[in-house]
Nanobody, 124 residues
Framework: VQLQAFGGGLVQAGGSLRLSCAAS????????MGWFRQAPGKERESVAA????????YYADSVKGRFTISRDNAKNTVYLQMNSLKPEDTAVYYC??????????????????WGQGTLVTVSS
């Protein structure tokens, strides 16, 4: 599967952005999906994940209550709605797909396919 993430940009603190990740192929619904981010000089970290059906989700503590992950299997797309953005949310955001069964805390090494990343910059 090929993934393409888009929707990043520059936003002021307190603002909102919605990231989208479009997947190619007919088997999108067979993949668990995740969003990761990597800030300059830091390791890539998990932000949110969602299972194949969309019925189960996971959020990192740092974004819980502010970000919402969702998916539309008919459109082969996963979304990340980001509200109340903070300067520390500034990073390149990546979407990823895994063929493994649902585990909300899968590490980045357990994801099989990655999008190219989209930059989110939050100004103070």
């Amino acid at each position: 599967v090929q993934l393409q993430a888009f929707g990043g940009g520059l936003v002021q603190a307190g603002g909102s952005l919605r990231l989208s990740c479009a997947a190619s192929g007919r088997t999108f619904s067979s993949y668990g999906m995740g969003w990761f981010r990597q800030a300059p000089g830091k390791e890539r970290e998990s932000v949110a994940a969602i299972n194949r059906s969309g019925g189960s989700t996971y959020y990192a503590d740092s974004v819980k209550g502010r970000f919402t992950i969702s998916r539309d299997n008919a459109k082969n797309t996963v979304y990340l709605q980001m509200n109340s953005l903070k300067p520390e949310d500034t990073a390149v955001y990546y979407c990823a797909a895994t063929r493994r069964d649902w585990n909300p805390r899968r590490t980045l090494y357990e994801y099989d396919y990655w999008g190219q990343g989209t930059l989110v910059t939050v100004s103070s």
